[in-house]
């Protein structure tokens, strides 16, 4: 009830800056390997470590990537763009600057559309990432710790940064757009867009006004969401805290909170009088970018189809419900798999999307990775639904077969046949079997035969336990019912 | 047989394809007088004799063996301190790289080393090239060898002093706004300064990177086109080295100016000692005596290069010294947490004439004076290629004095450091606008005997005009005094 009037009375407003770093194959500005994790300082050279006299050569993958981002963003590229760099000292940044793009970037002006509403693209840019340090004792932030290790593997991998207008209106809006961008990015395949593991990182700037006023109000930036939920979660607390203080008539100042992801809350890290000045200045050791348009116009006429494009595509070529669609497009990688699942198979692709949703997608989460890495190809899974189809597996022994293909990674038939999990359709072992059922149950046969079908579920089960549950219960049912009632 | 001592380079390189002499024995006599003068000029931060012998021998092989990898393998060289040597200490001049053993070889010492030039040692310099004088080195000032009392001009003091002194044929120096040009001229040397870009400055530890370029320090203009070609041409690891084709500028560097159109700089035709300005004087009559036609240009914007340029090129410095903070190689200072320890290590490590300008630049680039200060002095850069373009619709080469003074004595000017400036007047503004430039002798002066350059100056990319010019003066004047030590 608060929260209706809370709505009605305010209105938020959010502005995201997500950073996004390149899967190249090699760094920025260097020839180094760009990888996740890895033993520390492995991945580095004289160029990465800032070592005195070296330069930095700009990878042009990399700015192909940022590109694609950008016109995938419907971004306009601009002809002429620099790089500046940003002075401030931190250990694990070697040179002391970090190379990025200021007031010239190489992508302006896009947007993106999530249920309808548009959300505007500033702007998207290239720059350079930095190293990571570690903090030893104390809470692990760098203040209280007894000393700090630097790992510079990271440092200098390409990192594109985009950046929203102020056009998003609410906590719920920002984790759509967030996974909107995701799943865009995803597809593009520039990037692993894993934001536990920090190749995605989220930053918002969130203010609330009272609906109706036309300054913006206070702007308070959250940053450290690990998780398109933490998005969600911290903004919703951000949003309830600026509301209750303007309904306190508290001032809110202008600063940088940290979202805590066990508490759910944000706090205070700096305030704006610690604002940096970053000196930038353009970088006289870089050329500027100047594209070709024909380069340009290469990179517009390969993208991939988009997410909604995708979307829209599911629904109607295979036919399946929205709620169907939604989760099996939100990554580009289960999106494929589960089509050329679907090709593989090719009947109702619906029945795919029921076994990947429920049985697969349950298997996945115990073991907590991602379809894509799963050992199930996505023909085998065809080739299994294919077997309960024909009769030869029945669906509850399906869910054992694909348990056992998802640790082993073998064909269907072949585990089938292993664990002898053959379905009995033979008409005549199965009479047999029945004939036997009824003639060690006279009483329950009887009563069936007197018209009250209740009990024949009991003997169906008498003829399962006598085939040892490898009988086609459809043809055992059939049989009693014939032998029965007619 | 010439003195090995005191040949050019191209002369020894004459010797050793004739088979006369070796590139051990070259190498051996040029050490033997490094050691005889270096307690007087303090040349040398980290000679490397040893290295160069075993060079010479290797080269000696080739040779005997018809495998010479150039025209001057085995003539050996050494460089300024501010080029990286793979695992051989370079400091730029600063203690707080006093430890510092590279990973990697600058490009030009690495187009130098292909070339089967013996690298004799590292030199001495201002820290981090800021200075004309040399005294603002971290390891004491070197001594010019016309006079020890005096300096030897800088940044590439050491160079100038030790080739000047019979101890390389050669060597390479940088010039950011004069470096090369300016102790040249003090040691009655030639230096030449090419196009910005056109030799790489991979490996070349930054000052101001915008202005930073290699040149060579020699003895003849010759040599200067030698080694320019050496090292000149595009490089991978640098995105700003040109990538156009480096002309043979040795070709028809003979073919004298006749008809040549040069322009005296109205701003700066007066202003210099009296023994300087009678040289420059004197200078242009001999051009003109040779077939050159004298004009004035007026260049306005030249007076306020020095401004600009005490304010771009301790910007970018502020920036490019940033990296010097203790954390992963050179000097470090212990202390209780990290801005303890990066202020402690860059208050010991750096001299009181690089903070200076770090302070400088951190001003220059801060918010709400950036407009006032860097992006005004951007434009005066902007305006000083405009106006020099135009006045090279006109002439082919401006002439000026290269320094208003000869050498002054050490310790004479440390004390204000606006007068030190001042005497990049004349050099500065070639390095905005990143044009070809050269200084060569034009006499001692009346004044006190001391070496007088004289300063040619060609449009972007045109070396060769300028090496062409240089050239005929030097033979019509036959400059052949040597330093007296």
């Known amino acids: 009830m608060t929260d209706t009037i809370a709505e009605d009375m305010y209105e938020t407003t959010v502005g995201l800056e997500i950073h996004v770093e390149l899967a190249t194959a090699s760094k920025m500005f260097c020839g180094c390997a760009v990888a996740f994790a890895g033993e520390p300082n492995t991945r580095v050279c004289s160029v990465c470590l800032g070592h005195p006299g070296t330069l930095p050569v700009p990878n042009e993958r990399a700015v192909e990537h940022t590109m694609k981002i950008g016109l995938a963003l419907n971004c306009e590229i601009a002809e002429h763009s620099i790089f500046h760099r940003k002075n401030y000292f931190y250990p694990d940044m070697p040179k002391n600057y970090q190379i990025s793009q200021y007031d010239s970037p190489l992508c302006v002006r896009g947007f993106l559309e999530i249920g309808g509403h548009r959300v505007g693209i500033t702007r998207v840019h290239l720059e350079e990432d930095t190293g990571k340090s570690i903090h030893a004792g104390g809470s692990g932030r760098i203040a209280d710790s007894d000393y700090s290790l630097e790992d510079f593997n990271r440092a200098g991998t390409p990192l594109v940064e985009i950046v929203t207008e102020p056009d998003i209106k609410s906590a719920e809006q920002a984790r759509a757009f967030v996974t909107e961008l995701r799943a865009l990015i995803e597809s593009l395949e520039v990037s692993d ?119 829209a595509r599911f629904s109607s070529d295979h036919g399946l419900p929205e709620s169907d669609v939604e989760v099996l497009t939100a990554s580009y990688k289960t999106a494929g798999w589960f089509e050329d699942a679907a090709k593989a198979y090719g009947g109702d692709a619906k029945k795919i999307a029921n076994w990947v949703l429920a049985d697969l997608f349950g298997l996945l989460n115990e073991v907590g990775i991602e379809l894509q890495d799963s050992k199930v190809a996505p023909a085998q899974l065809a080739a299994l639904v294919k077997l309960v189809d024909g009769g030869d597996i029945s669906g509850k022994q399906a869910k054992t077969v694909l348990a056992a293909m998802f640790e082993t990674g073998k064909d269907p038939a072949a585990i089938a046949d292993e664990q002898g999990l053959k379905q009995v359709s033979d008409t005549g072992e199965i009479e047999a079997a029945v004939d036997e059922a009824i003639a060690e149950n006279p009483d329950v046969a009887d009563k069936v035969r007197r018209g009250n079908l209740g009990p024949i579920g009991f003997l169906v089960g008498q003829v399962m336990k006598k085939t040892k549950g490898q009988a086609n219960p459809g043809i055992v049912n059939d049989v009693l019912r014939r032998k029965l009632t007619s | 047989m010439p003195d090995l001592v005191w040949a050019s380079a191209t002369e020894l390189a004459g010797e050793l394809v004739a088979g006369n002499v070796t590139s051990v024995e070259v190498t051996q006599a040029l050490i033997d007088r490094s050691r005889a003068v270096d307690d007087s000029i303090a040349a040398y931060l980290t000679p490397t004799f040893d290295r160069a012998l075993v060079e010479a021998g290797a080269a000696d092989e080739r040779r005997a063996r018809g495998d010479a990898l150039s025209a001057f393998d085995g003539v050996p060289i050494a460089y300024k301190d501010v080029f990286v040597t793979r695992g051989v200490r370079s400091t730029s001049g600063s203690k707080i790289l006093d430890n510092y053993l590279p990973p990697y070889d600058a490009t030009v010492v690495a187009r130098c080393s292909g070339a089967g030039m013996p690298m004799l040692g590292k030199l001495n310099m201002d820290e981090f090239a800021m200075g004309s004088s040399t005294e603002n080195s971290g390891y004491g000032p070197s001594r010019n060898p016309w006079d020890l009392e005096r300096v030897p001009g800088g940044s590439s003091g050491g160079s100038t002093a030790l080739v000047a002194a019979g101890g390389a044929p050669w060597a390479w120096g940088t010039d950011t706004g004069g470096s090369v040009r300016q102790p040249a001229s003090l040691c009655g040397l030639v230096g030449f300064k090419p196009t910005y870009g056109r030799t790489s400055r991979s490996g070349m530890i930054a000052f101001a990177s915008s202005l930073d370029q290699a040149g060579p320090i020699t003895r003849s203009v010759r040599d200067a086109a030698a080694l320019f070609l050496v090292a000149a041409g595009g490089d991978p690891l640098d995105s700003t080295c040109l990538k156009e084709e480096v002309p043979n500028v040795l070709e028809g560097i003979d073919r004298g100016i006749e008809g040549m159109r040069i322009g005296v700089v109205r701003e700066f035709r007066e202003g210099s000692q009296p023994g300087v300005q009678t040289l420059f004087e004197e200078s242009l009559t001999r051009l003109e005596k040779l077939g050159a036609r004298i004009e004035e240009v007026s260049l306005p914007s030249f007076e306020h290069g020095i401004s600009a340029y005490y304010l771009i090129a301790p910007a970018e410095c502020s920036s490019n010294l940033a990296r010097y903070d203790g954390v992963r190689y050179g000097a470090r200072v212990d202390g209780d947490d990290i801005v303890q320890m990066t202020s402690r290590t860059r208050a010991q490590g750096f001299g009181p004439e690089v903070k200076r300008r770090v302070m400088l630049g951190t001003y220059a680039l801060s ?55 001042l005497n990049d007047i004349f050099t500065v503004p070639l390095n905005l606008s990143g044009t070809p430039a050269i200084s060569i002798p034009c006499g001692l002066s009346a004044d006190d005997g001391l070496p007088v350059g004289l300063q040619l100056a060609g449009p972007s990319l045109d070396e060769a005009t300028v090496l062409r010019a240089a050239y005929a003066f030097e033979q019509d004047l036959g400059f052949s005094e040597r330093a007296p030590l």
Do not use: C
Request: no cysteine.
């Open chain 2, 367 to 421: 918010a709400g004076y950036y407009d006032a200060y860097y992006g005004k002095a951007q434009k005066v850069r902007t305006l000083i290629s405009r106006e020099l373009e135009g006045v090279f619709g006109s002439v082919d080469l401006i002439v000026t004095p290269t320094s208003p003074s000869t050498a002054f004595k050490i310790g004479e000017k440390t004390q204000d450091p606006l007068e030190m400036y």
């Open chain 1, 193 to 311: 867009v894993r934001m536990e593991e920090g190749s995605m990182r989220v930053d918002a700037n969130v203010s609330v006004r009272r609906r109706g006023e036309t300054e913006h109000g206070t702007k308070v930036e959250v940053k450290n969401m690990n998780s398109i939920r933490s998005v969600g979660r911290a903004l919703e607390y951000e949003e309830r805290r600026q509301r209750a203080a303007l309904d306190a008539n508290e001032t809110l100042i202008q600063e940088t909170r940290h979202f805590d992801e066990k508490a759910g809350t944000t706090s205070s890290l700096r305030t704006k009088e610690y604002a940096f000045d970053y000196r930038y200045f353009p970088e006289p050791d870089l050329v500027p970018l100047e594209p070709a348009t024909d380069w340009v116009d290469r990179i517009r006429a390969s993208l991939p189809e988009t997410p909604a494009q995708r979307r």
